[in-house]
């Protein structure tokens, strides 16, 4: 409930969820939108925008506006599967660090500043070189291991602060086990933090598929919207003048990103109260308002 | 003094730790890649170079796994990467040698830019709270780091470089021209960085304002800020010497986060516009799986990450006196 309020009273936010919930339902539902077949060689090549092909055709004759609309899986299998699993990992790591201190504190959180500032990319354009031609199941698996550092650091800050509150003691006392305390006492505090931590995650890892895709480290034959850039670049697609072979999945990714990092500003403004909008009037004075609704 | 020496010990910590990846990750993959690569170049470089090439990557040499390891510890401590398979005969060394030069233009001056200039933003924009400045930059900086790197350099390319023709778009300088001091060969490179310079910066400097604007509304709530307005001075020093000054604190030691993005901006800004540098030269490596100069040139770039980061540490640490006291 508090998550929704957030995103309706925030424009941007509301206009991010409506984008999101839209490649949603590009995802799910594919071919209600698009008629053609996205693999289908079935056209003249390079075509410009007409009526019969939105965005024209590419250098095999594939119709380009459904290789967008069924290239949007992929796309979100990955945004929502490393996302959510490095969110999950960095959640383990950090709380679990903080929750238990001293000795493991120390470790976890060394281990994570390692990773932290081992630069990702290059990381991840060496693993993806051995693996060759990597599948969505692989690319999840590499951004899931090279993408949680940074939440876990925010969430174990997060966690510390907690650390001593009488919520916690009383679990302590009642013989909790330290798991238990984590799941059920510690994370459903920092939920907006959480689900903040899940649309940077998932923002990143659309950028870093697509870019790797883009760069021809994912698998040609996939669908999505990195491999069709790579497939524009290969055919000199702006040199030759097809530009909507280029423009197309490079917008999709960007409209898509857009709408992770606007969703983003409604929590984090639940999480950091200082960054709400300045509100220019203050809030009339009704002193029967409350219980005459009651 | 404690805190700078704290910050180099992981410093060494995190360049083992990048050294090891390097040597696990081709043993770790499924049917190790570097066998077939080795195969490969078989009977088309000598025995010698063959040999230790084995030897870097733990093909046929018949020693165990922890006795490769220090062997290839060494092997890096000497600065020993082994021969460029694509550059051939040339070293690893020698080829890494001629790209940083490129990049450390690139890169370097661009990044500077992107600090300064997203910083500045970022202060006017927490200043004027609800101002034009803070209306229209962090809607617009949330859009362009949601677009991806290689994209904008495309969309450059594409506008300046292939329909309005005002600069070139491929390459570092013209290849009719002679590398020399001369006027004309510094003119033409200059040219040629300009547009993936600013793509670059583009992408970056939204990162540099968001975290700044944030940081410096926090600031601008706190009791020194309203106590030096209470004593009558001047906004612009309440502005720079008591808001700013402790907001970018965070923003420098979030330095080590942003420069990630600007090292994987730089690949695909690189890769996109032909640019000579660490980034495409990589990229040319893996294509071509040359595995000893991708190696080298991902702990080149680990390096210069870290030397960076080292560098802001210690600026904190002259900037934040908690620091020097810190445990």
Avoid at chain 1, 140 to 146: D, K, N, R, S, Y
Avoid at chain 2, 100 to 107: D, E, K, P
Avoid at chain 2, 286 to 303: G, K, R
Wanted: proline residues 4%; aromatic residues 12%.
């Amino acid at each position: 409930m508090r998550f929704l309020k957030a995103v309706t009273r925030s424009g941007k936010a509301t206009a991010g969820a409506i984008l999101l919930a839209v490649f949603v339902v590009l995802a799910l539902f594919p071919g209600l939108f698009a008629k053609d077949s996205p693999t289908a060689e079935a056209y003249d090549r390079n075509l410009g925008a007409s009526a019969q092909h939105l965005f024209g055709t590419t250098g095999l004759g594939q119709d380009t506006f459904a290789q967008a609309v069924y290239g949007t899986r992929q796309v979100m299998e990955i945004a929502f599967g490393a996302g959510l699993a490095s969110t999950i990992i960095a959640a383990a790591i950090g709380v679990a660090a903080a929750y238990l201190g001293g000795f493991w504190d120390g470790a976890l959180n060394l281990f994570t500043d390692v990773v932290l500032v081992i630069p990702l990319f290059p990381l991840l354009i060496v693993i993806a070189a051995y693996v060759h031609n990597s599948g969505t199941l692989v690319l999840i698996a590499v951004l899931t291991f090279t993408g949680w550092s940074y939440t876990a650091r925010q969430l174990r800050s997060q966690a510390l602060s907690l650390r001593n509150r009488d919520f916690l003691a009383a679990a302590k006392v009642r013989g909790e086990r330290a798991a238990y305390v984590i799941v059920v006492e510690i994370l459903p505090t920092m939920s907006s933090l959480l689900v903040a931590a899940f649309l940077t995650n998932a923002l990143y890892d659309v950028l870093f598929a697509s870019s790797l895709q883009f760069i021809g480290l994912g698998d040609p034959n996939a669908l999505s919207w990195g491999t069709m850039l790579y497939w524009a670049q290969n055919n000199e697609a702006l040199q030759a003048g097809y530009y909507l072979q280029a423009i197309v999945p490079g917008a999709c990714i960007g409209l898509l990103g857009a709408a992770f990092a606007l969703l983003n500003y409604a929590f984090d403004e639940i999480g950091n109260p200082a960054l709400r909008r300045v509100r220019r009037r203050r809030a009339r004075i009704r002193p029967l308002g409350r219980l005459s609704r009651a | 003094m404690r805190f700078v020496l704290r910050r180099a010990g992981f410093f060494l910590l995190t360049l083992w730790a990048a050294v090891t990846l390097n040597f696990f990750l081709p043993r770790m993959m499924p049917g190790n890649p570097a066998v077939a690569m080795v195969a490969k170049f078989r009977g088309r470089i000598s025995g010698q170079e063959l040999t230790a090439l084995e030897t870097i990557f733990g093909v046929n040499s018949g020693q165990s796994l922890p006795a490769q390891y220090v062997h290839y510890l060494g092997d890096i401590a000497r600065g020993n990467f082994g021969t460029s398979l694509f550059f051939f005969p040339s070293s690893v060394s020698s080829v890494v040698r001629t790209a940083i030069f490129w990049t450390l233009g690139l890169v370097g001056v661009t990044t500077i830019l992107a600090f300064i200039l997203g910083t500045g933003v970022g202060i006017i924009a927490a200043w004027r709270r609800g101002g034009l400045v803070d209306s229209i930059a962090p809607p617009v900086l949330v859009i362009t780091s949601a677009i991806p790197y290689f994209w904008v350099g495309m969309m450059f390319i594409l506008i300046f470089g292939l329909k309005l023709q005002w600069l070139p778009w491929s390459g570092g300088f013209n290849l009719t021209d002679t590398p020399s001091w001369s006027g004309s060969y510094i003119v033409d490179v200059l040219e040629h960085a300009i547009l993936p310079a600013t793509a670059l910066l583009i992408t970056t400097v939204g990162t540099w304002t968001l975290t700044m604007r944030n940081n410096m509304v926090t600031t601008l709530a706190e009791d020194y800020v309203r106590m030096a307005r209470a004593k009558g001075l001047r906004s612009s020093r309440i502005m720079f010497d008591y808001a700013a000054r402790n907001a970018i604190l965070p923003n420098l030691t979030g330095f080590a986060m942003s420069l990630g993005f600007v090292v994987s901006g730089a690949i695909l800004i690189e890769y996109v516009f032909n640019y000579p540098g660490v980034g495409y030269m990589l990229l040319q490596a893996v294509e071509n799986e040359d595995y000893p100069l991708m190696q080298a040139l991902f702990l080149l770039i680990t390096v210069a990450v870290l030397v960076a980061i080292l560098l802001a540490d210690i600026a904190t640490a002259i900037f934040d006196p908690r620091t020097r006291s810190a445990r």
